[in-house]
Structure formats: C-alpha cells, structure tokens
C-alpha cells in the first residue's frame, strides 16, 4: 500500500523511513499503536458507513464506543475512507470526535492524499493534530486551573509543606490517589494536612500538577536540586500510590511520544473521576417529594466532600409513570465504596437515611432529584461560576449544603453533571433537545453541539445520501422528532447547523409539510425573525427549503443520466432550459422553464404547469401512498405521469409553485 | 435507541418551548422586586438562580428587547429619584460657593469639609451603583449574551453606566444651575488648588471620584479616547494649571533668584507627578508635567537665565548646584537645550573678548618703542634694552594669552562637567565658543607657536615627564581650536628652525613629542616639513662626520687646519629668512659673497668637493649669518699674570672680523668701513657684531674709538690686549637675533607670504576637484573645495572667487553658458 503514496511534503522514502521507524517503535512498546488492526463486525460496518457516507449509522456506532482511530485489514480507517469517498460532512463528523490527521504520520499523510477535493483537504488541514485540540483538554485545563482559582472559594483542605501551603480539593485528590481515598475515607472532615518536611516543595507541587491533571515534565531546577526534587517525587509518587507519575517524569522522549503519553494519562485521570464521580456523585443522588426538596439538609462535612445540591424537578405533567425507570435504580447500601469508612454525616433532616432506602418510597405526587456536587466542577459553567461569585444566596457560605435548582429533569441533570465531570456526553436522541436547552441555558457550548449533532444526525430518518434517493418524499418509519421544534430550538440557541438540517428535512418532505398550518407559521416566524434584524426581504428558511429541494430533485437527474437525455434532445432546440435548470438549480426556476422542462419529456401530460399548480393547490389532497401502492405513477396532484422522470419534474414545479403561494398568502416578497 | 424517546420529546416540546408560557409581566415583577432589594443592599435573601432563570426565560421568549428596556428605566427612575435626591441634598451649602461670591465667606477649611461631604456622597452613589449593577450583570447574563449580542446593543452594564452620567453628571441640579458634574468638576480643582497651597486634603477620596470619571464614558459607544474623565475634567484640569503655573511662574522671576525659581520648578513638577499618581489619574502625568514645564520652564528659560542671578552669575560665583539645576529644567523640555547653550556661548564669548583685548593691549603698550626701533634701524643700538624689554613684554603677553585660554576653557569644561553631566550639546556649544574666541584673536597662531617657542626654551627645564606632557596637551588643546592651521605652521617652522640652529631647544626629543602629537591631532601633510627639518638636522651630522674622517683620511694632518661643522639645509624646508635682519628684508640673494680668509675658505671649498662627490648635481649656498664659531683668543701677558687664552665663541660673521686683527699689531686699528670692505659682510651684520665685540663690557675683545654705545661710521678697532673675563669660555652674544613677537611689517609681510601659499592650496584644490568632476555648480564647488581645505585653513570665499577666475583665465576651467545655475566645466 505504502508505494503508491505520494506527497507533496514528504518524499517517498522518507515517509517509508518514518513508518519503518514506527513499526519498530511500537513493536517494541515504545510508541503506542495510534491506529490498532480491528476486525470486528461493529467496525466494518462503520467503515461501511463512511464509504457510503451514512452519517446516521456513524453515530450510532461511535455511539457504541468503537475506536475511530482504528484501521481495518485493508489499512484503512474510518477518516480516511470518508475523505476518499468525498463525504464532507462525514470527515467533518470524524474529525469533530477525535479522529486524528497529523502531519508527517503515514496515516495522516495518506489521509491528505487521499481527500477527493480541496475542500476536505482543508478541513483535514484544519484539524492538523497540532491545532486542534485534545478533546478532554478542556477538562484537564479546568482542573489543573483549579489549583490557582481563588475566586470563588472551592478548596476544601489545605496542605502544608515545609514552606507553603496548597488549597486544594478532597475529591480531587479521593479520586486520583488510592492514598488520599483512604485517608479522607477515614476522617473526611479533615481540612488541613502536613506533609512530611523533607519532601521538597516543589516536588509536591509537581505531584499535585499531576494529580490534577496537569502537564508535569517541565524542567526540575538543575544538578543537586534536581536529583533533590526527583527523589523527593519517587517518594511521593509511592506514598500517594500513583507510580506512574515518577515513571513519567523519567521518560521524556519526543514531541509524539510526550503527547501520547499525556493524552494517555489525562484518559486515566478522566476515567479515574469518571469512576469516582459514579461511585460518589451519582450513587448519593436524593429522590425526594418536590414539596420536602427544599427541606433536606446535608452538612458540609459529608463522606463525598459534596459542596452543593443540585435540584432537579420531574415533570409535572408526567403521568406515564415510568419517568423513574431509568432514575429509580435503588441501591439501599453502598457496599461497593471506593472509601471503606463509615459515610458519617451524610444527610441528615428531613430524611435520616434517604440514600439507603429509597425502595420505600411511596411515589410521590410529583418528585425531585437532588445531586450532591462540586462547585470546583460547576465552575466549568459560566453561569454557576458567576453564581458561586455573587454575593447572592448561591454565593455565601451555609452551615448546610445548598440546593440549587436547575431548570431541567433529573435525566438532563445527569447528562448535564456527567459532561461536567468527566467531559462525557453520551445521551439519547430523547434527551437531546433537552440538553440542548439546558447547555445554552448553562453556557455549555460543546455540549449544545453535541445535542444538536446528535439531533442533526440520529434525529433524520434516513441519512443525507440515502436521501438523496427518496425523492419523492417518502415518510420515514423512524420520524420521532417533531422538526419544528427541532428549527425553534435552532433558532433560539443558536446553532446554525440544526437550521439547516430543519431545512433539508422539510425539503426532502415538503409534500407532507407544505399544507400544514404550522409550516405556515413557521414561515412567518423565520420571516419575523429577518426582518427584526435588519431589512432584507428574504425569508432565510424558504431560501434554505429551495434550496435543498433542487438538491433533491437535481441529484435524482443526475443520477439517472438526465444529461444524456437532454443532449439528445439538444437537436429539438428545446433542451436547454432544462439543462440550465438542473446546472443551476440554486436560481429559483421561474415559471416559463418550468413549462419548458415538461415540454420535453412529458407526452402523458398535457396542460400548461402554471395552471396546473394552480389546480393543484385545491386538488391535493389524495393519498399518495394509495396511488403508488396501486403501481401508477402520478404526480402530486394526482396526475399519472408518464414515468418516473416526468413525475420528478412536475413534483418539482408543483412544490416550488406551493412555496410561491404561501409566501404570496404570507404578503412575503420571496 | 431514538425509538424510545418519543415520549420525552413531547415533553421538552411542551416545557421549554410553549408549554410553560412566561407572563412577561408576572415574571418581570419577580425581578424588580429583586432589583429593589439589590439596591437597597438587601440582596443575601435572593436566589441567585431564580433570577437568572427568569430573565433567561424572557429572553428565550424573545422579549429580550422588552427586558432591557425595563431594566433600563428601572435603573434611570432609580438613579433619578433616589440617588441624585441624596447627592443634591449634599450640596446646598455648596452651591453657594460654585457661584463664586462664596470664596471670600467661606473659610477655606468649611469650603474643604463641605468639598469632600460632596465628594463622599458622590464616591458612595458610584460605588453602590457599581455593585448593584454588577450584580444585575450576572443575573443578567443571558440576555447580555443573546439579546445584546444579537441586537448590537450595549450590555446593560454598559448601558446603565450610561445612565449614571447621563442621570447624576448631567442633569442640572435645579432649573438653569450647573450639573453636578461641573460642580464635582470645580470642588476637585479647588481642592487640588488648596493642595498647591500647602492644605491637606483627602487625595483618596477625589481619586475615588477620579476613578468615576475614568469609568464613564463620553458617549454610548465605549471608546477608550471618549472617557469622561479625559473629555471634560482633564481639558479643565490642564487648562486651570497652566494658569496658575503662569502666575507663579512670574512672580517667582520677579521676587526670587535664580537658583529657588529652579529649585521651586523642580519641585512643582515632582509634586504634580505625585499628585497624578495620587489623586488623579496616571494618563494625566506627561500632559500635566508638559503643562507645567511649559509654563514654568518653556516660556521663563530665556528669562531665568538672563537674570541678574542667572547663569552668569552662578558661574561667576562657582554654583555649580544650582547650573545643574537650570540644566535638568532646561534638559527637561528640549534635548538640544537652545537657551543654556546660548547662554554659554554669550559668556564664553563675553569672557574671551575680555583675555583677547587684554593681550592686545598688554602687547601693544611696550610695543611703543618697539615701533620706533623698527623705524631707524640706525638707532638700534640705543634703545636695545627697551626693545629686549618690549619683546620680552610680548611673549609675556603672548604666555598670559595662552593660559588665560586655557584657564577659561578649563572652568568651563569644569562647569561643564559638574553641573551639565557632561552633556553634549552643551560641550559642543562650549567648544564651538572657545573655537570662536581663539579664531576672532588675529595673533593666535603665531601666539600659540610662541607659547610652545618658549616653553621649549626655558619652560620644561627641570620638569617631570607629565608636567612637560601636560603642558604640551595645553599647547594641542588650543591648537585644536585653531582654523587657520597654515599660519601656525609657518609660525612654528620659524621658530623650530631658530631652535634648532641655535641650538635652543632643551630637548630634541620633547621636539620631536610635539611633532608626533600634532601629527596625531593634525595629520601627516601637516608635519612633513617640520619633519624634514629634523632629518636635515641629522643627516647633517652624519655628513659633518663624514667630512671629518675624510680629512683624516686624506693623511696630510695639518695641526692648524679648521674643523668644520656644517648643517646642510633643504632650502625648501627651512624658513631661513627668519633670520634674515628686519632690515634685510629686501632679497639679497644676489648680494656679494662674504670674502673668507684663505684658511677658511679651504676648508670651505674642501667640503663643497667632498659633497659634490657624494650628491652631485646640488648647489651648496653659505648662510654664514647663522653660523658659528669657537676660536681660541691668546693674551699677551698683563702686569702681574700670564699669558691668558680663552675660548671664544661667536658668530662666523665676529670670527672673520675677528681674524683680520690676527695679522695686525696690536696698536693699529682698523675703520668700519675696512672692515666692511675687507670682509664683505653687509654694513647691517657687521655693525651689530662690532657691536658685541667691542660695546658689551663682557666681551670687549676690540677696542673701540671713540668709545660710545653705537658703531658709527668712521669709527676705528684695535685688539684689546687687556681684555679679560671670570671665565675661559667666553662667548660673544649677537644683539638681537631676536626671535619674539613680529613687528607689524613682519606680519604683514607672513600674511602675504600665507595668502600666496593659500592660493595655490585653493588652486590645486579647485583644479583637482573640477579633474573629478569636469562639470560643477558653483556653489558645489566652493563647498567641495571648502570641505577639502578645511584640515588646513579656514578659505576665504572671496578668495576662492578670485582663484577662480584666475584659473578660468588660464584656461584651465569655463563657464557653462547654458546652464541655468552658474558652472564650470574642466578643460583638459
């Protein structure tokens, strides 16, 4: 495979010197293996997927937690297909959830080569592994930036060396060293701690770094004081029990491995508060009667080092019942603890022990979830940030914990919770749309795209090639989502690329929306929207719906060799409009091409189309469904084309001419 | 998996979006209670999250604008009615003060207390808003995001902070009174006003309000120029001090000196430089100090120095502190210090033409008989110890000049480097000064060379290396000054010469030191001839030398012959006619040769073979008038002695006199006249060296009849049998031989020789430029030829004219006819 490459950047031989060198490095352990052999069904199929640029199954399968980054027995990995196929949006996907492209690698070189147009080579580019980020960074940065944020207070136990003092976290440090779980397992009320004297500062400090996640490996001073700081760490690293830090330190090789090894164990560190953050966080949730919420006291001094409650509300109106099938999971003891010790002074008032038995609850009327957390881990949202700042309720300190309610159910609390702690966002296409609220509401921007990605992708029935062969606006099976909802959510927080799947849904559906009256106050909403802007007089979701029409039908043509036809009909003198029709299918056709368009082809139908839509618009009513079941191909208003193309086209002209009298009935200029 | 969320979809549908419709009405009354509370500090109760959940729902619910809107008039009717109500009740006994008649009624300490009462209020109504507004931000948060952002409006922070200008600074107190922000603007100034005046005030405080000023802006749009505090409170600032600096700084030339004005200017620019970092505003501290150096130092420089106590005065008087103290003002405001440097230059000037005139007229004074004896050279003889005298005067004068140079361009240096640091600018004005006094004194070069002429005689006997060091620096430092190098030159080759032939000179190799630092200092074409001279003098040698052993070797040792010692001269080199007799000065090239005695004239034609043979082709001429001679004398025994012998030395001229008395009795005389014919020696020559042998009672070796001071004509010599001396050396001295000050007509006659060496420096110049370039402006080419010369002598461009025309008459140069600048092209 190797000898057909070529690049630009990189001779031959020396990307052939460079994969040479690799193989040996991870033959020998050096190197981790960046693109591990995977050969399982799960794998193939997203592979698959990517060939045929299926965005949906994508998901789903990253969903599953397969490895992108894997190849398969051919050497090809998921990116690499995707670029090679052409599917833009596919990379874009890939690359958005960590596949990597990195310069002067053989794999990523290939990729480059690989990329079917410019303009995936440049998002390929644009994601050079150098630019963009680690996807857990984000995390990793706000917890190392922990140790020098001051504002709001969050530390809750003060460390002292010989000749400093850290402010640092109990959970942290519970969850990242077995030696800290212990201790703080066994009196977690402690709030100051000595360290032994001998050990240098400065050798805690690079502990602690990298017990908070932090980048350590930076240079130790030089001669004596080196060798003092290093002996100092081994020392440290064994009493704290994280060996791997003194290991680390030792090997500094180069820019690639350095990074490897980082990324490695910021994995480890996530996986170690993910765990922790299960173990404490999720397992001490409250359920409690919305009405005695508000009475449940806990103290600061809890077995979790829990600093604030989060409340969240069941729905009010949930009368299904099985709203805490997922929630009501009772586990009355907590016998698998990280922490040995007794949980002294968990809650205390309202409920003794509402943790333990919850089996006994008696179904509220309408209940509350109350999660025990860390501000130091709220703070990764703005608005709890400034909360915990301000000199409100949320801002001063209580003898008891506080409850802060959030303004979601308990499920997007959780999603919410996990993506905080552990950078996490694993949800339903359910929860999406909640999600997607509550991140703009919070502040949380990648969360927000990941809803909406979630949405713009699972949420189509079908995927956006698959699509492409569905002209004639077949229903799915699988329309779970209410769209307008889905275009109001976009609007209101923003994110473009759900309008624009709003958009492109309709379009490949509009037959089944054009009448409905909530399509028409959609329209105007979009309108009103414009116009409170600034004065244009374009109604920005028509645009996008012509738009992806004459994508629909445009491909259809294509794909069917249209073009051939066309030139045959060249000789007639009456092909070229359509030719230009379908060239550029971007400029709104006007009517008199339109009549052309039917002109060459349909012999079954007579009539000027103009008319026709007219006709049409009282006339549409007939099930559709009905008449092709019965193997008659009809246009929609219920005339029988002469044959698949001919029906295309008309169904074109009738949904444009639809749209045009809509926005005539709106008083829309379109 | 997406199957199962039908359900829930519903929901969120129902929640987030119509479901719970907010009261726009209902929620926003939630919040302006809140608000209430927050501004009147009671906000601990509130939930932080309850208010920022509403506001986000009304955002959500695109009533942003609406929000906003009623946040804003919230906040105006808040400002408005509660606020300014309490600042203004601050101020009533104030505002009697702001329409000025209050000034004299009020006692400054009541005026200051009720200032800062104002001040207080003012500082406590901007600090409140700006906690409360903060915590308005944060609840607000989402619709500063969103709605803000969206619509291209200003945060409500930004927004409300608007408000406060335009609610508490910019709305008159009462109908037609002024704002409260031109009465904070006027307490501020006169509390600064009373901090001038020596009375504390509480400088945190206005720095309080100053910090409001700085925090509010002109306008809505936010720019960092448009700050409130820059565009009004600033301008009335700087606008205040300058008139008071204005003031003070006239009062102050009037009733002060010199020195406190500097003291007290320094000090009014420190105090302002606290005071901006104090009380005011950083970014006011270089307009403010411009302010004040313009007022007190720009516009009072040229005043200050030309007091009575001004910068004459302190150098007079040594006050090195305070001239440092004028130059750190004037340092301050311009970096080339034009009015010190002026003032230098005046004083220098002043001072020099002082020492000029004094050795102008030191000099000219006992020049009186100095000129009569240059009339009559007949009467030499008489007023001989009058001219020594005067010559002597000269030198004196010309020994004052020099050291009074050096002594002023030694204090100056001094002040220069006490009190100006050493600046360059000052000590190049100092410099460009000392060069104009030395150039503006017409006997310059010619005293500076006799100032080395005397040092080399008697001055560096019995001095230590560095003393003779240092005095020979003194001689380069004003040498270095000197533009018209040339006439120097001539002037210290007149008197090398004499040294060295007259064997003058303590040390040759103190000469040959001289050489080599003026060759430093002056460069390579400068020394050359002067150079010469000393090999001449040794080349001499060797070949006096070598004539020695040529006679030796020529076998035939004749006990009685002469020894010869001879100094071959490049007649080029030497300026002999230095020692021509004043009265001589017509060329007497061509006059007869002086007839030797037949002894010596072997000897003399013995040596000119000798050194044909070794340079042929050279012509040998005689300067007998600078040579000399031992001879011995013997006495005929006296009464009670011996036969005395002496040896005697004289000039060549005495010994050819003094031979023609070998052969006559020792009764017989002979007249002047036989001796004039019998020697050939110019009537001139001859008389002052009669003179010598027979008038100077230590060497009378002839006898004169009669007896008198002068040789006259007609008057008869004889042997003088009885002659005798303390000493078996003797030697006869030649009246003046004199190598002092020129007479007037000497001078005249060295600058015309000077003039005629200048042209031809300036025709060779012209010509070699005009070869470079074949075609030149004129006024190029009189820069050219100017900066080509200027290592030599400072042209004259009249004369450079006139060379000029002189070469275009020969045809070395023509004008350009056409061309529109007048040019010249060269003809080859």
């Known amino acids: 495979?190797?000898?057909?490459?070529?690049?630009?950047?990189?001779?031959?031989?020396?990307?052939?010197?460079?994969?040479?060198?690799?193989?040996?490095?991870?033959?020998?352990?050096?190197?981790?293996?960046?693109?591990?052999?995977?050969?399982?069904?799960?794998?193939?199929?997203?592979?698959?997927?990517?060939?045929?640029?299926?965005?949906?199954?994508?998901?789903?399968?990253?969903?599953?937690?397969?490895?992108?980054?894997?190849?398969?027995?051919?050497?090809?990995?998921?990116?690499?297909?995707?670029?090679?196929?052409?599917?833009?949006?596919?990379?874009?996907?890939?690359?958005?959830?960590?596949?990597?492209?990195?310069?002067?690698?053989?794999?990523?070189?290939?990729?480059?080569?690989?990329?079917?147009?410019?303009?995936?080579?440049?998002?390929l580019l644009s994601y050079d592994y150098s630019k963009s980020t680690d996807p857990l960074q984000p995390l990793a940065a706000h917890i190392t930036g922990l140790l020098a944020r001051e504002i709001p207070k969050t530390a809750d136990i003060a460390v002292h060396t010989g000749e400093a003092t850290f402010d640092l976290h109990k959970f942290v440090l519970s969850a990242r060293s077995p030696f800290f779980a212990k201790k703080l397992a066994a009196a977690p009320e402690t709030t100051s701690w000595?360290?032994?004297?001998?050990?240098?500062?400065?050798?805690?400090?690079?502990?602690?770094?990298?017990?908070?996640?932090?980048?350590?490996?930076?240079?130790?001073?030089?001669?004596?004081?080196?060798?003092?700081?290093?002996?100092?760490?081994?020392?440290?690293?064994?009493?704290?029990?994280?060996?791997?830090?003194?290991?680390?330190l030792l090997h500094s090789g180069d820019r690639r491995q350095a990074r490897q090894r980082r990324t490695e164990e910021v994995e480890k560190g996530r996986d170690h508060i993910a765990a922790?953050?299960?173990?404490?966080?999720?397992?001490?949730?409250?359920?409690?009667?919305?009405?005695?919420?508000?009475?449940?006291?806990?103290?600061?001094?809890?077995?979790?080092?829990?600093?604030?409650?989060?409340?969240?509300?069941?729905?009010?109106?949930?009368?299904?019942?099985?709203?805490?099938?997922?929630?009501?999971?009772?586990?009355?003891?907590?016998?698998?603890?990280?922490?040995?010790?007794?949980?002294?002074?968990?809650?205390?008032?309202?409920?003794?022990?509402?943790?333990?038995?919850?089996?006994?609850?008696?179904?509220?009327?309408?209940?509350?979830?109350?999660?025990?957390?860390?501000?130091?881990?709220?703070l990764r949202s703005e608005v709890f940030a400034t909360m915990f700042a301000s000199p409100f309720r949320e801002g001063q300190s209580s003898t008891h914990l506080q409850i802060v309610p959030v303004d979601c159910t308990p499920e997007v609390l959780e999603v919410i919770l996990t993506f905080l702690y552990t950078e996490k966002a694993d949800f339903g296409l359910g929860l999406a749309l909640d999600v997607l609220h509550a991140a703009d509401m919070l502040f949380l921007e990648k969360l927000k795209q990941r809803a909406a990605l979630l949405i713009s992708t699972l949420g189509n029935g079908s995927a956006s090639v698959v699509e492409a062969e569905n002209p004639r606006g077949e229903t799915d099976l699988l329309d779970v989502v209410d769209i307008y909802d889905v275009i109001r959510a976009g609007w209101d927080t923003r994110v473009h690329r759900l309008e624009e799947f709003g958009a492109r849904y309709i379009a490949y559906r509009l037959e089944r929306y054009i009448d409905e009256p909530e399509f028409k106050a959609l329209v105007r909403e979009s309108a009103g929207r414009i116009r409170g802007r600034q004065e244009t007089d374009t109604v920005e979701l028509v645009d996008d719906v012509r738009y992806y029409l004459s994508e629909r039908f445009r491909l259809r043509f294509e794909d069917a060799g249209l073009d051939d036809l066309l030139d045959e009909g060249e000789g007639e003198g009456r092909g070229a409009p359509l030719a230009e029709l379908a060239d550029a299918p971007l400029a709104p056709p006007d009517n008199d091409a339109g009549a052309k368009v039917e002109g060459v082809e349909d012999e079954g139908y007579s009539g000027s189309p103009p008319k026709a839509t007219a006709e049409a618009d009282g006339a549409f009513a007939p099930d559709i469904e009905a008449l092709e079941a019965q193997g008659v191909v009809r246009t929609l208003d219920g005339e029988i084309a002469g044959d698949e193309f001919a029906q295309d086209a008309i169904n074109y002209q009738i949904l444009l001419g639809k749209i045009e009298r809509l926005m005539e009935n709106l008083g829309l200029d379109g | 998996m997406p199957i199962i969320a039908a359900g829930t979809m519903a929901n969120a549908k129902n929640q987030g979006l119509n479901g719970a419709d907010v009261d726009f009405e209902t929620t926003w009354g939630i919040l302006e209670k809140a608000f209430q509370e927050i501004h009147t500090k009671n906000a601990s109760a509130l939930s932080f999250e309850e208010l920022y959940r509403n506001a986000y729902k009304i955002v959500l619910k695109k009533k942003g604008e609406e929000l906003y809107n009623h946040v804003a008039q919230f906040e105006e009717s808040w400002l408005g009615n509660t606020v300014r109500v309490e600042i203004v009740r601050h101020l009533t006994a104030l505002l009697m003060l702001g329409e000025g008649t209050g000034r004299t009624m009020n006692t400054q300490t009541e005026r200051r207390e009720a200032g800062e009462r104002f001040l207080k209020s003012l500082k406590g109504a901007w600090e409140d808003h700006q906690v409360c507004m903060g915590m308005l931000t944060d609840v607000l948060m989402y619709m500063d995001r969103v709605y803000c952002t969206d619509h291209r409006q200003p945060s409500i922070f930004a927004k409300s902070m608007g408000l406060f200008r335009d609610q508490i600074l910019r709305t008159p107190v009462r109908q037609g009174s002024p704002t409260l922000l031109?009465?904070?603007?006027?307490?501020?100034?006169?509390?600064?006003?009373?901090?001038?005046?020596?009375?504390?005030?509480?400088?945190?405080?206005?720095?309080?309000?100053?910090?409001?000023?700085?925090?509010?802006?002109?306008?809505?749009?936010?720019?960092?120029?448009?700050?409130?505090?820059?565009?009004?409170?600033?301008?009335?600032?700087?606008?205040?001090?300058?008139?008071?600096?204005?003031?003070?700084?006239?009062?102050?030339?009037?009733?002060?000196?010199?020195?406190?004005?500097?003291?007290?200017?320094?000090?009014?620019?420190?105090?302002?430089?606290?005071?901006?970092?104090?009380?005011?505003?950083?970014?006011?501290?270089?307009?403010?100090?411009?302010?004040?150096?313009?007022?007190?130092?720009?516009?009072?420089?040229?005043?200050?120095?030309?007091?009575?106590?001004?910068?004459?005065?302190?150098?007079?008087?040594?006050?090195?502190?305070?001239?440092?103290?004028?130059?750190?003002?004037?340092a301050r405001v311009d970096p080339k210090k034009p009015e010190l440097t002026k003032a230098m230059h005046k004083l220098i000037t002043e001072l020099g033409t002082n020492i000029n005139n004094t050795a102008i007229t030191a000099s000219q004074t006992p020049a009186q008989p100095a000129t009569t004896e240059e009339a009559g050279d007949d009467?030499?003889?008489?007023?001989?110890?009058?001219?020594?005298?005067?010559?002597?005067?000269?030198?004196?004068?010309?020994?004052?000049?020099?050291?009074?140079?050096?002594?002023?361009?030694?204090?100056?240096?001094?002040?220069?480097?006490?009190?100006?640091?050493?600046?360059?600018?000052?000590?190049?004005?100092?410099?460009?000064?000392?060069?104009?006094?030395?150039?503006?004194?017409?006997?310059?070069?010619?005293?500076?060379?006799?100032?080395?002429?005397?040092?080399?005689?008697?001055?560096?006997?019995?001095?230590?290396?560095?003393?003779?060091?240092?005095?020979?620096?003194?001689?380069?430092?004003i040498l270095r000054y000197l533009s018209d190098k040339d006439i120097f030159e001539t002037y210290y080759k007149k008197h090398l010469c004499k040294r060295l032939l007259l064997k003058k000179s303590q040390s040759i190799d103190v000469e040959k030191q001289m050489i080599s630092r003026m060759k430093i200092e002056l460069g390579n074409s400068f020394t050359l001839k002067l150079e010469a001279?000393?090999?001449?003098?040794?080349?001499?040698?060797?070949?006096?030398?070598?004539?020695?052993?040529?006679?030796?070797?020529?076998?035939?040792?004749?006990?009685?012959?002469?020894?010869?010692?001879?100094?071959?001269?490049?007649?080029?080199?030497?300026?002999?006619?230095?020692?021509?007799?004043?009265?001589?000065?017509?060329?007497?090239?061509?006059?007869?040769?002086?007839?030797?005695?037949?002894?010596?004239?072997?000897?003399?034609?013995?040596?000119?073979?000798?050194?044909?043979?070794?340079?042929?082709?050279?012509?040998?001429?005689?300067?007998?008038?600078?040579?000399?001679?031992?001879?011995?004398?013997?006495?005929?025994?006296?009464?009670?002695?011996?036969?005395?012998?002496?040896?005697?030395?004289?000039?060549?001229?005495?010994?050819?006199?003094?031979?023609?008395?070998?052969?006559?009795?020792?009764?017989?005389?002979?007249?002047?006249?036989?001796?004039?014919?019998?020697?050939?020696?110019?009537?001139?020559?001859?008389?002052?060296?009669?003179?010598?042998?027979?008038?100077?009672?230590?060497?009378?070796?002839?006898?004169?009849?009669?007896?008198?001071?002068?040789?006259?004509?007609?008057?008869?010599?004889?042997?003088?049998?009885?002659?005798?001396?303390?000493?078996?050396?003797?030697?006869?001295?030649?009246?003046s031989a004199g190598n002092k000050v020129e007479g007037d007509r000497e001078r005249k006659e060295t600058e015309k020789k000077n003039n005629d060496s200048r042209s031809f420096a300036i025709e060779a110049a012209v010509v070699r430029i005009m070869k470079a370039r074949k075609d030149l402006s004129h006024a190029q080419l009189l820069t050219e030829t100017i900066s080509q010369l200027s290592a030599q002598f400072k042209p004259d461009v009249n004369m450079i004219k006139k060379r000029i025309e002189s070469l275009i008459e020969r045809e070395y140069l023509e004008r350009i006819e056409e061309a529109p600048v007048a040019s010249y092209r060269y003809l080859a």
């Open chain 2, 379 to 477: 009467a030499q003889g008489k007023s001989k110890g009058g001219s020594a005298k005067a010559i002597n005067q000269q030198t004196v004068a010309a020994l004052k000049w020099v050291e009074d140079i050096l002594s002023l361009k030694d204090r100056f240096d001094h002040v220069c480097k006490a009190s100006f640091a050493s600046d360059q600018a000052v000590s190049t004005a100092i410099n460009r000064s000392m060069a104009d006094i030395i150039n503006a004194f017409s006997r310059g070069s010619e005293y500076i060379s006799l100032f080395i002429d005397d040092n080399m005689k008697k001055g560096i006997k019995n001095k230590s290396e560095a003393e003779i060091d240092t005095t020979l620096e003194k001689a380069i430092t």
């Open chain 1, 276 to 378: 922790w953050f299960e173990q404490n966080v999720l397992r001490h949730k409250l359920e409690v009667d919305s009405e005695k919420a508000n009475a449940v006291k806990w103290d600061r001094d809890n077995g979790i080092f829990a600093d604030v409650l989060l409340r969240a509300d069941d729905p009010e109106d949930d009368d299904n019942g099985d709203d805490e099938a997922e929630s009501a999971t009772p586990d009355p003891a907590p016998t698998v603890r990280q922490t040995d010790g007794p949980l002294n002074r968990i809650p205390i008032g309202a409920f003794q022990h509402p943790s333990r038995s919850p089996s006994r609850k008696r179904r509220p009327k309408r209940s509350s979830v109350l999660y025990p957390a860390h501000r130091a881990m709220l």
């Open chain 2, 182 to 330: 031109q009465i904070l603007t006027r307490i501020i100034l006169d509390q600064i006003q009373m901090d001038r005046d020596g009375e504390a005030i509480d400088q945190f405080l206005i720095k309080a309000n100053v910090y409001m000023l700085e925090g509010l802006y002109d306008s809505d749009q936010e720019v960092e120029d448009d700050k409130l505090y820059l565009r009004t409170f600033e301008l009335e600032f700087l606008h205040s001090s300058a008139e008071f600096y204005r003031e003070e700084g006239e009062r102050l030339l009037k009733e002060s000196d010199a020195g406190t004005y500097c003291r007290h200017a320094k000090r009014r620019i420190d105090e302002e430089n606290d005071r901006c970092r104090s009380t005011l505003s950083e970014s006011t501290t270089p307009k403010i100090q411009r302010v004040v150096e313009d007022e007190l130092i720009r516009h009072k420089m040229k005043g200050l120095i030309e007091m009575e106590t001004g910068v004459a005065f302190m150098v007079e008087n040594d006050k090195f502190h305070e001239l440092s103290l004028v130059f750190d003002l004037e």
């Open chain 1, 1 to 123: 495979m190797a000898d057909t490459q070529e690049t630009k950047l990189l001779g031959k031989h020396q990307l052939e010197k460079a994969l040479y060198e690799e193989h040996k490095a991870v033959s020998s352990g050096r190197l981790k293996e960046e693109n591990p052999l995977d050969t399982s069904a799960e794998f193939r199929r997203l592979c698959e997927a990517c060939r045929r640029g299926d965005l949906k199954v994508i998901q789903e399968q990253i969903g599953k937690g397969i490895n992108i980054n894997a190849r398969d027995e051919y050497d090809y990995t998921p990116l690499i297909l995707a670029s090679l196929c052409g599917h833009y949006e596919v990379v874009q996907m890939l690359l958005e959830q960590g596949s990597l492209c990195e310069r002067d690698t053989f794999q990523g070189e290939r990729c480059l080569y690989n990329a079917l147009n410019d303009r995936i080579r440049n998002l």
């Open chain 1, 194 to 248: 000595r360290l032994s004297s001998s050990v240098p500062t400065q050798s805690f400090e690079t502990c602690i770094r990298y017990l908070y996640l932090g980048d350590v490996g930076a240079d130790l001073g030089d001669g004596e004081e080196e060798q003092a700081i290093l002996s100092g760490i081994d020392k440290l690293s064994r009493q704290l029990e994280v060996p791997q830090l003194f290991d680390n």
């Open chain 2, 533 to 735: 001279m000393f090999k001449d003098m040794t080349l001499s040698e060797e070949l006096a030398n070598g004539y020695r052993s040529h006679v030796r070797n020529l076998g035939d040792v004749d006990p009685r012959r002469m020894d010869l010692g001879i100094n071959v001269l490049t007649a080029m080199t030497w300026p002999l006619e230095a020692f021509r007799g004043a009265g001589e000065h017509e060329g007497n090239e061509g006059k007869a040769q002086v007839i030797y005695p037949p002894s010596i004239d072997k000897v003399r034609l013995g040596f000119e073979h000798y050194y044909s043979e070794t340079h042929s082709g050279r012509r040998l001429t005689w300067q007998t008038n600078m040579g000399d001679a031992d001879i011995k004398g013997t006495f005929p025994k006296s009464k009670g002695g011996k036969t005395r012998s002496y040896d005697i030395n004289c000039s060549t001229y005495a010994m050819l006199i003094l031979l023609l008395f070998n052969d006559l009795p020792a009764d017989q005389s002979i007249s002047l006249e036989e001796i004039q014919v019998r020697t050939n020696i110019s009537m001139n020559d001859l008389t002052r060296n009669l003179q010598s042998l027979s008038v100077a009672p230590k060497t009378r070796v002839l006898l004169k009849t009669p007896m008198s001071r002068e040789v006259k004509a007609g008057d008869r010599f004889s042997f003088n049998e009885g002659f005798k001396s303390e000493y078996i050396k003797v030697k006869v001295g030649v009246v």
